[in-house]
């Protein structure tokens, strides 16, 4: 069974810095992975999202990689804003694809001005 | 505007009374979703569908039913609610075209007592 991990559960740092998120799973065998971002007592807003066979995506300041033989995706926040504080999942799914997001716990991103 | 929604936002009921929360997509997704999540547990699929008249169970479907007799509509029924499935509940739909990037509703918190 499908296990997502995200390191580290929380993370907090001053406005401007460059950051990395990490998230690893445990069946390489995936269909796709995806970021998505929860504001606090809110919905999920999907940030980007990965194929099996792509190595990264951009999406503005936001980068997220994919390393599918070592089951290890990283988020890559550029210039970190307030505006950023939030909880990060990340999900994958298996294939064929539709069925089933395996979610990690996330990781609390605090950024202070 | 594209998106899933559900309602109620916030519902507070006591233990036994049947409940539904709906969810409604606009984008003609095939496949809708749904999740719950719970502090320290994350969120774990309850439910998938992927089509009108046709659902599966995700990891923790006891205590819940679903339909699918509208390909927009796909509604989470609680037939006798107990306080443990007191938790926020997201739905999320998705389509092949969309190479199975979810999307979210706001998600719904349910407290039973």
């Known amino acids: 069974k499908q296990e997502v991990t995200q390191i580290p559960a929380a993370l907090s740092v001053p406005e401007g810095e460059n950051l990395v998120l990490n998230c690893s799973f445990t069946d390489s065998a995936i269909y796709n992975l995806q970021w998505f971002r929860q504001d606090p007592g809110k919905g999920l807003t999907s940030l980007l999202l990965?194929?099996?066979?792509?190595r990264e995506q951009t999406s503005g300041r936001l980068n997220a990689s994919l390393d599918k033989s070592s089951g290890r995706s990283t988020l890559y926040i550029a210039a970190s804003q307030p505006g950023d504080s939030a909880t990060y999942l990340c999900a994958v799914s298996d294939p064929p694809g539709y069925s089933t997001l395996t979610f990690g716990k996330g990781t609390m991103l605090l950024v202070s001005p | 505007e594209a998106q899933v929604t559900q309602n109620p936002r916030y519902l507070i009921t006591v233990t036994g009374k049947k409940l539904t929360v709906t969810c409604s997509q606009n984008?003609?997704?095939?496949?809708m979703s749904w999740y719950r999540q719970d502090p320290g547990l994350g969120l774990r699929q309850i439910y998938y569908?992927?089509?009108?008249?046709?659902?599966d169970k995700g990891d923790v479907p006891e205590g819940y039913k679903v339909s699918r007799k509208e390909k927009r509509n796909f509604p989470l029924i609680l037939e006798s609610p107990s306080p443990n499935q007191t938790s926020l509940y997201f739905c999320?739909?998705?389509?092949?075209?969309?190479?199975?990037?979810?999307?979210f509703g706001s998600g719904t918190r349910l407290t039973v007592v």
């Open positions: 984008m003609n997704h095939e496949y």
């Open positions: 999320a739909s998705s389509a092949l075209e969309t190479r199975f990037s979810y999307t």
């Open positions: 990965i194929q099996s066979s792509q």
């Open positions: 569908s992927m089509n009108v008249e046709v659902t």
